[in-house]
């Protein structure tokens, strides 16, 4: 928020948008102490390879993602796994990662249990304000236009939460910059959620 807060003439710009916290730095690909999502444990853990269950989000389904935490150390102990999702280059803005599920698990010395982590369409969307004068400028601008509405960025009407296809990269990680491993999943379909 540096250069936005405390603002002017008691107005302050959100100029950071989606950039809040943790997203900024990473975005930015800035070295930070203690990255988001940070811990630190007397014991140590070993994970295993991840399992998408079915790797296509279908409209109103979900994608899930199992793997193995094991114990590895001599005393009982906590992991978080976290999962971020990284999109594929879209219409919009978006940070390069974000959080979308975590579970943290408890675990005695040398046990082990499978983390499930579920994503709904949500954890692939994003907010779209939307244009009320889209319909009206593509009109005025016909075939006139120096880049065709066909083939440029159209946006929507109606603000609301929308997914695009493509491929999203699903990191498991102990934080933001400890990613343990990857995955993917395949958006099928584009347009409002639900």
Do not use: I
């Not at 007397?42 to 993602?65: I, K, M, S």
């Not at 939307?130 to 009206?136: A, M, N, P, V």
């Not at 929308?162 to 343990?180: H, Q």
């Amino acid at each position: 928020a540096f250069g936005n807060s405390p603002g002017e003439n008691n107005h302050v710009l959100y100029g950071e948008s989606l950039l809040m916290g943790y997203r900024w730095y990473d975005s930015r690909h800035l070295p930070v102490a203690f990255p988001f999502g940070h811990g630190g444990s007397y014991t140590t853990f070993a994970w295993g390879q991840p399992r998408v269950v079915d790797p296509r989000l279908q409209p109103g389904g979900e994608v899930v993602v199992e793997l193995e935490v094991k114990n590895t150390g001599e005393r009982a102990g906590a992991e978080v796994v976290q999962l971020y999702v990284e999109p594929p280059a879209g219409r919009l803005f978006r940070p390069r990662r974000e959080l979308k599920a975590f579970e943290k698990v408890w675990l005695p010395a040398g046990e082990g249990r499978t983390v499930r982590l579920a994503l709904d369409g949500r954890a692939f969307a994003f907010w779209d304000e939307g244009s009320t004068e889209s319909g009206y400028l593509a009109e005025r601008l016909a075939e006139g236009a120096v880049v065709p509405a066909e083939r440029g960025t159209r946006p929507v009407e109606r603000p609301g939460w929308y997914v695009e296809a493509g491929t999203f990269r699903l990191l498991l990680a102990r934080s933001v910059a400890d990613v343990v491993s990857e995955t993917a999943a395949e958006v099928t379909w584009s347009g409002p959620l639900g």
